[in-house]
């Protein structure tokens, strides 16, 4: 029977299903409902499954490498700026291999519906020299798992599987098929494989570098890279991948015999699948979403500029996520007339939550602003990010995770004065500790404010890692206890705290203050969960 | 068969729920179904939509092409008219009257049912006054989804069995309370004529 479910809860019981023992992750738009699926499910709670959520990425796919290390099959989840965060280790484990099978999922955000870039993942893949699977519909994003794993086991390499947002958050009836068990601790038979020092990097190097035709030759017999070749019509080919081909057989299902498609789920690219249709049609279409990686390769594969289509053209839009329209008027398809938006509909951005204690922090700093000096407040990811934005309009920088604390050391150094770091609790355990050591170490003037809302809010409120640590985490790294205060954003206090920031930005060296108030959209039961374990940790 | 459906408003109004019930009756009825949605940033009260496909064929895009959406069904009505792009010619539009007014500029109300109103194929009901009367402003959903039932290839007795399916874990209570909101909804979308603002 056909389960409703999401792309991402797909993957997730194909996981369960390929027997993993563990999974590792941080939350993260629009990956994070992978992980939850997994903390939810009582088959994976019975099997003794590993959910629990990790500090960042970078710890998280380290501790699934060392669960691959022992023999078990693991995985790890992220979005796609999560990589770059976890970028050491996944480059390196590419030399080392692994000895479980292990994968790596990683979903990207075209349009940056909920992120700060559009970079493509499968760059990385091809950076790391690993396969690439890319699931193109729910259904596929479960059986994909299964072929994962025994890819990994047989090539001896972790496995990047490809998600975007549009598979992610959307739901179809998918099939479940029967479970593997999960594989028992078997130490790697030659441990010499993890242990990069030069000498043995090297070896493991010339290793990976070798595999490359091993791993093309795997993509040219899968069942996930699909070529059909039309007798009826040889005009136009084309060449699509991942969530792209929906939008292609939307356009041409009722004339699909009139055209050549070569469907790509599996990198490195086929090059003679490729080849053949090229040579078939009198043009070739590339429609993928992402940056044009398939395209690329292609003009380094042939030199006819001219017959190659696709975002390099300007055929399709080189920004933003691509849709049935876009990739129907590439084709040549005929697009309905459609109404405009009427001009009186107003845009309706996010905002924060009503009653939200980011609110009430940023009014104290907004009145200290004339006090301070404009452009002076650094920020960072989360909900918090929103001060950014109208009638707020606190914050002016938001780069990646952590870097308010460190972008505002940067600008203290260069002789700013009243520098403020705004970091959420999360976002501070996740990256934001090793630049307040920075900080300290140099006894850099800047006050840091983390918005401690005891949760990872903007994903759906997960458990911070950070809850009841925050104070003896900036104790440890060195800031005096009489600079490291507590306040609580809420109205009543606006005075005390906007006084207690101003105090703080008069001491020339770190200052850091917890703004302390949980998530509005937090149960009353878990508020009461925290509040006990605030009390027990302190 | 092949039906295309935007729900529009904005975060947290319940629209995930609408489309969770018309996805459980689709796949009850054997039929395919696609269903996108948002999550993460855009949730924070700003403008949401779920695109619901529901087809006798396999359904391939995860996204409804513009001018192909059969119903736009909205619990808001300016979030209705941000979407008329997906709108096919002989389309319906249904929304609770009822705006949702978190931001500085929203439009005079008049205008926007103004517009509405441009579209033969529509339908204006006070959802959420009919949801209050109920004890409940929050099953004003399901006033809409009655009222879209008149509109849809699927059975009532599907729609209301998928919404027992996914209310009997909270209790018998809500489930009758949101099959009373069902039928409310659908009764207005048959005597519905026409709105009057005053």
């Known amino acids: 029977m056909k389960k409703l479910v999401l792309g991402n809860e797909a993957l997730a019981q194909g996981a369960i299903d390929a027997g993993i023992s563990g999974v590792y992750a941080y939350p993260g738009t629009p990956s994070t409902e992978i992980t939850e699926y997994i903390q939810r499910s009582k088959t994976a709670k019975s099997l003794g499954i590993h959910s629990t959520w990790s500090v960042n990425e970078k710890t998280a ?141 090297k070896k493991q190097f010339e290793k990976l570098v070798s595999k490359k035709s091993l791993l093309i030759e795997s993509s040219e017999k899968s069942t996930y890279n699909k070529l059909c070749l039309s007798k009826k019509d040889r005009s136009l080919g084309i060449i699509t991948s991942g969530i792209a081909y929906n939008y292609v057989m939307e356009n041409i299902d009722e004339n699909k015999d009139f055209f050549s498609i070569l469907k790509i789920s599996q990198y490195p690219l086929p090059k003679e699948k490729i080849k053949e249709i090229y040579k078939h049609c009198d043009k070739i279409l590339v429609v993928e979403e992402g940056y044009p990686l398939i395209e690329e390769v292609l003009h380094n594969y042939f030199d006819e500029n001219d017959k190659i289509k696709g975002k390099l053209t300007g055929d399709l839009p080189l920004t933003g996520e691509l849709n049935p329209n876009t990739v129907g008027k590439a084709a040549g398809f005929f697009q309905e007339n459609t109404k405009n938006i009427p001009d009186i509909v107003s845009g309706r951005p996010p905002q924060l939550c009503e009653g939200c204690g980011h609110t009430d922090l940023f009014n104290a700093i907004n009145e200290l602003i004339p006090e301070i000096g404009n452009k002076k407040v650094f920020g960072d990811i989360g909900c918090y990010a929103l001060g950014a934005l109208p009638p707020l309009n606190t914050i002016n920088t938001l780069i990646d995770m952590g870097a308010s604390i460190t972008m505002a050391k940067g600008a203290a150094d260069a002789g700013l004065e009243n520098v403020i770091a705004i970091i959420g609790d999360s976002t501070f355990t996740h990256s934001g500790m090793t630049g307040l050591l920075d900080a300290v170490y ?38 005096p206890p009489e600079h490291v205060k507590t306040i609580v954003p809420l109205k009543k206090n606006h005075s005390a705290n906007v006084d207690i920031i101003r105090k703080e930005l008069e001491y020339k060296n770190v200052s850091v203050i917890i703004a302390q108030r949980p998530c509005v959209r937090l149960s009353r039961d878990k508020k009461e969960e925290i509040k006990q374990k605030i009390a027990a940790l302190n | 068969m092949n039906t295309n459906i935007i729900i529009s408003g904005v975060g947290g109004q319940g629209i995930l729920t609408i489309a969770a019930v018309l996805d459980t009756a689709a796949l009850n009825e054997n039929l395919f179904v696609k269903q996108s949605e948002v999550h993460g940033m855009s949730q924070r009260g700003g403008a949401v939509e779920s695109h619901v496909r529901i087809s006798d064929q396999e359904v391939y895009s995860d996204l409804i092409p513009q001018g192909k959406a059969n ?67 929050k099953v004003a959903n399901m006033v809409l989804l009655g009222a879209a039932s008149t509109l849809l290839p699927l059975s009532e007795e599907s729609l209301k069995t998928a919404i027992k399916d996914l209310f009997l874990r909270k209790s018998e209570k809500v489930v009758n309370l949101n099959l009373e909101a069902f039928e409310i909804g659908k009764k207005l979308a048959q005597n519905f004529s026409e709105f009057v603002y005053s």
């Open chain 1, 61 to 201: 796919m380290e501790a699934a490498l060392g669960m691959s290390y022992t023999g078990k099959r693991s995985m790890v989840v992220m979005k796609h700026v999560g990589l770059n965060v976890a970028s050491d280790v996944f480059m390196n484990m590419a030399v080392s291999g692994i000895n479980g099978g292990m994968i790596v999922v990683v979903a990207d955000d075209p349009s940056m519906h909920s992120s700060q870039n559009e970079q493509d993942s499968r760059f990385y893949g091809k950076f790391a020299m690993i396969p690439i699977l890319e699931p193109s519909n729910q259904q596929d994003a479960y059986n994909v798992m299964h072929y994962a794993f025994d890819l990994s086991e047989e090539l001896k390499l972790p496995i990047l599987v490809r998600m975007v947002t549009r598979l992610s958050h959307s739901r179809a009836g998918v099939i479940f098929k029967e479970r593997r068990t999960q594989n028992g601790i078997q130490l790697p038979v030659d441990t010499t494989q993890f242990a990069l020092i030069p000498a043995y990097a």
């Open chain 2, 71 to 137: 119903l736009i069904l909205s619990v808001e009505p300016m979030e209705l008219l941000r979407h008329i792009p997906y709108l096919k010619s002989d389309g319906w539009l249904l929304t609770d009257s009822n705006p949702f007014m978190n931001i500085v500029n929203y439009p005079e109300r008049h205008e926007l049912y103004k517009q509405i109103k441009l579209y033969p194929h529509h339908i204006i009901i006070n959802a959420t006054e009919e949801a209050k009367k109920l004890g409940n402003s």
């Open chain 1, 442 to 479: 140099e006894n850099t003037p800047i006050t840091v404010i983390i918005s401690d809302n005891s949760a990872v809010a903007m994903t759906g409120a997960q458990d911070s890692t950070a809850v009841g640590r925050l104070k003896s985490i900036c104790l440890g790294i060195g800031v």
